[in-house]
């Protein structure tokens, strides 16, 4: 099969990252740059789209309540552009086969004959948590981490958070601001009020906003504080090394500021 210019179809499915467009790989970027079109979505930071300068750009963004293209528009958008222009590059924020529904568009280009490529992404999963100080695991605190959605395709929250809360360890929860409440009051049935919680909000980015709650008050402190979607929620006893650092870094800037105001107390000040 050819294009009209010559070139074989190509789908390539491109993890994003998180949102801080240095966290695009340069597989990513040579891909982007070798684009002829890109759909792209809405929680991907369209500075990357600067790699992609001689593409057509396609936008294809999904949020709440306000979907541009049904799913099945949008594999047939991939299939339609890439057997018009050649090679489609679809990027999705985070990676593509983490809640991305990148595995239902790469059947779907294959069903039609057309080459695909998936390019693994950063997963906000665990890099957004990274990104103020909270390991998915830590030893002698969580061995295990599970990922679970806030939404599923029927828009309830997924039935795998009633068996991850009532183990030790540490639970993420991705598209679950609007499920918040119901969250709390699993892990409250299990008598695990007290469990430490953080949200991130715009996770990596400029604008990014986070609270640290327990169980019983995150959902005052998350409303209190405006937080919103699109948010990463962080369930476990690891949110506590996100305190830990933070009171490190203030010793830090204590000791200086101690060593700074003494200099001149030092014999070889003069």
Sequence with gaps: ???ITGKSPKVTLLGAGPGDPELLTLKAVNALSNADVVLYDSLVNEE????A???LLVFVGKRKGNH?????EINELIVGYAIEFGHVVRVKGGDPFVFGRGKEEEIHALEHGIEVEVIPGISSSVAVPASVGIPVTSRGVAESFW?????TSERALSKDLTLAAQSSATVIVLMGMAKLKEIT????????Q???VAIIQNGTQPEQKEVVGTIQNILEISENQGIGAPAVLVIGEVVHLARLRKQLKEDWVLEDEFIFQNLN???FSN
């Design 48 to 51: 990357i789209l600067k790699h």
């Design 1 to 3: 099969m050819k294009t």
């Design 265 to 267: 107390t030092l014999p």
């Design 185 to 192: 009051e699993i892990y409250s049935s299990f008598g695990k």
């Design 147 to 151: 990922v679970i959605t806030g939404t």
């Design 53 to 55: 300068n001689r593409a």
């Design 194 to 196: 007290d469990l430490p």
């Design 68 to 72: 541009s293209h049904t799913q099945d």
